[in-house]
């Protein structure tokens, strides 16, 4: 009989296929493993609102569940639809990121801690347009701003890599850097990390961490994926999330997450 109580997902590339809705046949096991007694929460680095349909399509509203946005900087009470835990990359972190990524000539996409209104310095809907998909609000030049008043729940880094010069300065300050495999990197405050959000959560829920499966790709899911009970990574994962893994599941879009939730929960 599993031990698992929670299950945390990644949203693209493991619930969802890259910046698209959750794949069709993840979507009835995770309603059977919430229907079972099993808490499922998404862990992604998506904006929350703008995420939220994702979630109700596997009921997470009725069930009560948490929804960690932004890589762990942000927790939201689906069901009272309310913020219940954040902790942003505060003023003075975000007026440093921007004097680096000028220095070094980095493009640098912010979201701020209004959840509506993000700061850049480039052109956003004219190049990295990706991100547009998962963003409607308010766009703020960080050139024409007088001066940066907000803090920001992530920023995002556009074509770095591990060695780059920006890189290096921003961690030296204690800021959270993860690199994906398309070369952005994910910026959060320092100590944050959905594994340090997954456990806030399973602490409020009182489960331990023996208890908790967690399935992703890509290095923002590196900790948890090491960290908990059960920490599965998809088939095209980056290779250090299946260095650390205890199980290799699908790529997303043949349903991986499905199958593990059938194998490890289920048992079917």
């Known amino acids: 009989m599993s031990n698992i109580k929670l299950i945390a997902l990644d949203m ?19 309603i059977s493993a919430q229907e079972k007694g099993v808490r499922v929460i998404f862990a992604t ?5 703008i995420s939220l349909p994702e979630a109700y399509k596997v009921k997470m509203d009725q069930y009560n569940e948490y929804f960690i946005g932004f890589n762990g900087a942000c927790i939201y009470d689906i069901a009272n639809q309310k913020i219940v835990h954040t ?6 972190h975000l007026q440093l990121l921007f004097k680096l990524a000028d220095k070094y000539d980095v493009d640098l996409w912010c979201y701020t801690d209004n959840l509506d209104e993000v700061i850049v310095n480039f052109d956003a809907l004219g190049t990295h347009n990706l991100e547009c998909n998962f963003f409607t609000g308010k766009y703020y030049q960080y050139r024409e701003l007088p001066k940066i008043t907000q803090e920001s729940y ?5 074509n770095v890599k591990e060695t780059d010069q920006f890189v290096k300065e921003v961690r030296l300050h204690g800021i959270e850097v993860a690199i994906d495999a398309a070369g952005t990197a994910e910026i959060n405050a320092p ?8 456990e806030w959560v399973a602490k409020k829920l009182d489960i331990d961490n023996s208890e908790i499966m967690a399935i992703g790709d890509s290095m923002n899911d590196y900790t948890m994926i090491k ?7 998809m088939g095209d994962a980056q290779q250090p999330l299946k260095d650390v893994a205890k199980d290799i599941t699908d790529i997303a879009a043949n349903a991986g997450v499905a199958k593990m939730i059938n194998k490890y929960v289920l048992n079917s």
């Not at 619930?15 to 995770?30: D, L």
């Not at 680095?45 to 609102?49: K, L, Q, S």
């Not at 902790?87 to 003075?92: A, G, K, P, S």
């Not at 960290?227 to 990574?233: F, M, P, R, T, Y």
Request: proline residues 4%.
């Open 154 to 158: 992530k920023c995002l880094a556009m």
């Open 45 to 49: 680095g998506r904006p929350v609102i």
């Open 87 to 92: 902790q942003t990359i505060n003023n003075e």
């Open 191 to 198: 100590g944050i990390s959905k594994y340090v959000a997954l």
């Open 12 to 30: 693209d590339g493991t619930a969802c296929v890259f910046q698209k809705g959750i794949v069709e046949g993840n979507i009835q096991p995770i």
């Open 227 to 233: 960290n908990v009970g059960l920490g599965i990574a």
